[in-house]
C-alpha cells in the first residue's frame, strides 16, 4: 500500500495501470478496508487533475468508485454511499461481484435501524441515476415522444410495464426479450439492463415488505359483555345408570402353536484323504 500511495503523488495514464495492476487483489478478496484507505489517498491527490487532463481524470474517478463498491459497508457517510447508486451505478456493475451483496453487507450493520428508510432512499437514488445505457433513444409507456436512454427512463418504462406491483423475475425476462426498447440493445447492455432490474426488484420488495410488516393492523380481542348479558351454561345432563351391567364376553385362551426350534448338533465334517506322492492315507478317511 506505501508504494502505491507514493504513485498516487503525481497521476499518469501509465501509473493508473500499474496502479490499477497491483490492486486486483482488492477486488478479487473484497479487502473492504485496503480499497476504503486507497480511496481517501486518491481523493486528495486529483484535485488538480480536473483541469489538466479530464481524461485522465475520468479514468480516476472510475477507479475511485470502483474501489468504493468495495468499501461500502465501511462507508459511514450515507450521502457518499447514495453517490454511488446515482452516479457511479455502472462503473460497480462492471465489477466480478454482485452490487446486491454489498448492499446487504452494509445494510446488515445497521442491525435493523432505519432499514426502511435507507432502503427506500437506494431506490430513489437509483431512480435518479442518469448514466446512460445504450445508443438509441427509449420510448417510453404513454409518453409522446422517445427520450435518452438513461438509466432512471429505463426504470420508469420497466414499471409501467410490469403486469404486476412488484416485478418479479418473470417480468424482468418478459421486459428484456419482449420490449422493443430491450430489443435493440447489444447483447452486453442487454445484460447490464438485466444486472439493473434485478437490483431494483430485489430491493423494492424488501421495502414493501417491511412496509407490509410494519402496517400490519392490530387485531384487538373481542369487546367483554356484560355480566347480565352472559346467558348461563346449560349443565350437561349425565344419561341414565342402566339397572343392570352388561356381563363382559370372554374369549378363550388361544393355544400357542409356535415352538422354538430345535437345532440339530453339528456333523462332523468330512475329511478328504491326504495324497502324499502317489500313496493315499486312508487312517483319517471316514
Known amino acids: 500500500m506505501t508504494n502505491i500511495n507514493k504513485m498516487t503523488n503525481q497521476f499518469t495514464h501509465e501509473q493508473l495501470e500499474i496502479i490499477r495492476e497491483k490492486i486486483k487483489p482488492i477486488f478479487e478478496h473484497l479487502q473492504r478496508k485496503r480499497a476504503l484507505e486507497l480511496v481517501r489517498a486518491m481523493v486528495k491527490r486529483i484535485v488538480d487533475l480536473e483541469m489538466a487532463d479530464q481524461g485522465l481524470y475520468k479514468n480516476c474517478l472510475k477507479l475511485i468508485a470502483q474501489l468504493k463498491w468495495v468499501a461500502c459497508p465501511l462507508i459511514k457517510n450515507d450521502e457518499e454511499f447514495l453517490e454511488l447508486v446515482e452516479k457511479y451505478f455502472l462503473e460497480g456493475l462492471e465489477l466480478d461481484v454482485k452490487l446486491i451483496d454489498l448492499v446487504i453487507a452494509r445494510l446488515e450493520l445497521q442491525f435493523g435501524v432505519g432499514l426502511e428508510k435507507s432502503i427506500n432512499d437506494i431506490l430513489s437514488a437509483l431512480r435518479s441515476n442518469k448514466q446512460k445505457l445504450g445508443a438509441n433513444p427509449i420510448q417510453i409507456k404513454r409518453e409522446s415522444s422517445s427520450t435518452d436512454p438513461l438509466i432512471k427512463n429505463w426504470l420508469v418504462d420497466f414499471i409501467r410495464n410490469a403486469e404486476t406491483k412488484n416485478p418479479l423475475e418473470m417480468e424482468e425476462t418478459n421486459y428484456l426479450f419482449n420490449n422493443q426498447n430491450a430489443k435493440n440493445l447489444s447483447e452486453n447492455d442487454k ?96
Open 191 to 286: 445484460k447490464t439492463l438485466g444486472k439493473i432490474l434485478s437490483f431494483y426488484d430485489t430491493f423494492k420488495l424488501y421495502a414493501d415488505g417491511l412496509t407490509q410488516k410494519e402496517g400490519m393492523p392490530k387485531v384487538s380481542p373481542p369487546p367483554v359483555q356484560p355480566s347480565s348479558a352472559i346467558p348461563s351454561p346449560i349443565q350437561p345432563t349425565k344419561p341414565p345408570t342402566p339397572s343392570y351391567q352388561i356381563p363382559k364376553q370372554t374369549i378363550p385362551g388361544r393355544r400357542d402353536l409356535y415352538k422354538e426350534p430345535v437345532e440339530e448338533p453339528p456333523r462332523p465334517g468330512r475329511v478328504e484323504p491326504r495324497i502324499e506322492g502317489n500313496i493315499v492315507d486312508l487312517k483319517n478317511r471316514q
